[in-house]
């Protein structure tokens, strides 16, 4: 069965440290694709970042990276230096190539909070 | 539009009413999803919709819901004789629907259903 597990249910840390949001899936496709959403205060998901099972290459988007292990079934997520705008509920989904229509499968979601 | 817009934002109703919420999608994007999310249940699948059909209404939690979509752009959910465990906001996403598997969906603000 397809799951997405965000075991951090929340995230406190000072401005200017780094942070890891953990991503852990479980799914019987061999094909698929992961994302992250944030989610902040005002309440509209925010598109991150998707990534396919085929690619397995670390992305760097600013002070935003990811990195997909398939070996761990984990698409971390990790911001360096955070910022007070950071502070926001992010999400870690799951769309499997078949057997769906493209539904995602969300994880329970990490409560990050940025304090200055 | 510019991006995925719902309405109402809020709506606050009487147990046992049914409601409404509507969602208009990017321009040219064929599919259309709806999600709940709710404190107790995270962000849940309730229907995907390709055109004005819908192939996988498998996450509608009951028979009080429905949702129909015209002329291959807007969509309404309904939901008939609201229960006070409806109460939850309502997110509405869409795709470009090439490839709903693999296309990033995008979120409007949802609608925050509260029954009294």
């Known amino acids: 069965a397809q799951k997405v597990t965000q075991a951090q249910t929340e995230i406190s840390v000072v401005e200017k440290e780094d942070v890891t949001l953990d991503c852990v899936y479980e799914?019987?496709?061999?094909?698929?694709?992961l994302f992250w959403y944030k989610q902040p205060p005002s309440g509209e998901l925010v598109f991150l970042i998707r990534?396919?099972?085929?690619?397995?290459q670390n992305e760097i988007s600013g002070r935003y990276s990811w990195n997909f292990q398939k070996s761990t079934s984990s698409f971390n997520f990790t911001i360096t230096a955070s910022q007070v705008v950071d502070s926001a509920v992010y999400f870690c989904?799951?769309?499997?190539?078949?057997?769906?229509?493209?539904?995602?499968?969300f994880g329970k979601g990490t409560k990050l909070s940025v304090k200055p | 539009g510019a991006g995925v817009s719902q309405s109402p934002s809020n709506k606050v109703t009487e147990k046992g009413k049914d409601v409404e919420l509507r969602c208009d999608p990017i321009?040219?994007?064929?599919?259309l999803y709806w999600y709940r999310q709710s404190l107790g249940q995270g962000l849940e699948f309730l229907i995907y919709?390709?055109?004005?059909?819908?192939?996988?209404k498998s996450g509608l939690p009951s028979d009080r819901f429905s949702a129909e979509r015209t002329g291959g752009s807007v969509s309404t959910l309904t939901i008939q004789r609201t229960q006070q465990e409806d109460s939850a906001v309502y997110l509405c996403?869409?795709?470009?629907?090439?490839?709903?598997?693999?296309?990033?969906?995008?979120f409007g603000p949802g609608t925050r259903l509260t029954v009294l």
């Open positions: 996403a869409s795709s470009m629907g090439t490839a709903p598997s693999t296309d990033t969906q995008y």
């Open positions: 799914t019987r496709d061999t094909t698929y694709y």
């Open positions: 990534r396919n099972s085929f690619d397995e």
């Open positions: 989904a799951l769309s499997e190539a078949w057997g769906s229509q493209g539904n995602l499968i």
């Open positions: 321009s040219g994007h064929t599919a």
């Open positions: 919709f390709q055109g004005n059909s819908a192939p996988d």
